[in-house]
């Protein structure tokens, strides 16, 4: 199998989408540097090339962020294959249990995954996260309110956390 990509301009930002073994590993922000990185290292760890090429399943993507942006969706319903650690993927999917239009702080994702003392993990795995608004990472504030780190930008994120709020009652 090869990796797939393609990309994707949304209303805030355009984004790498990328499709490995007909699940999506990659919806990050195309000017950050990581993405490249996280591009390559899966290549080499699959040995497998990637191919600037339009797939069913990225066209649903798409579909599916079109729906998001104009909030008609609300919930992503897409196979998912992030890369990562075993305790990256633990705080991904906690990410996944906050309701759109909700926030929540990076303690508190700490306490659900019953690690409260790794915060600063926590906020490392976040950051590491290669599912940008399918994995809802906007969603996490600081414990005072603040919008702090985003791979996006500060006023990306609060651009995804004003849209969610314009549609959460929809």
């Known amino acids: 199998m090869s990796i797939y990509t393609q990309t994707y301009t949304s209303p805030v930002g355009e984004l790498l989408l990328g499709e490995y ?19 390559k290292r899966l290549s080499e760890r699959a040995q497998q ?3 600037n090429q339009d797939t069913l399943l990225l066209q649903h993507v798409r579909q599916q962020l079109e ?5 008609k969706r609300h919930k992503f319903i897409l196979p998912l294959r992030p890369i ?6 633990q705080v991904w999917q906690a990410l996944r249990y906050i309701d759109y239009g909700k926030t929540s702080y990076y303690q508190q ?6 690690r409260p ?9 976040i950051a590491a996260n290669p599912l940008a608004i399918i994995i809802p990472c906007h969603r996490i504030i600081a414990k005072n309110g603040q919008l702090q780190g985003f791979a996006g930008g500060i006023n990306t994120k609060e651009q995804l956390l004003n849209l969610e709020q314009q549609y959460c009652a929809s």
């Not at 990562?84 to 993927?89: D, H, I, K, L, M």
């Open 117 to 125: 003392n790794a915060i600063r993990a926590v906020a490392n795995a």
């Open 67 to 71: 729906e998001y942006f104009t909030g």
């Open 84 to 89: 990562g650690t075993a305790f990256q993927q």
């Open 21 to 39: 073994n007909y699940q999506l590993c990659l919806c990050d922000w195309h000017n950050r540097p990581k993405h490249n990185a996280f591009i």
């Open 109 to 114: 994702i700490a306490y659900n995954i019953e």
């Open 49 to 51: 090339s990637i191919i």
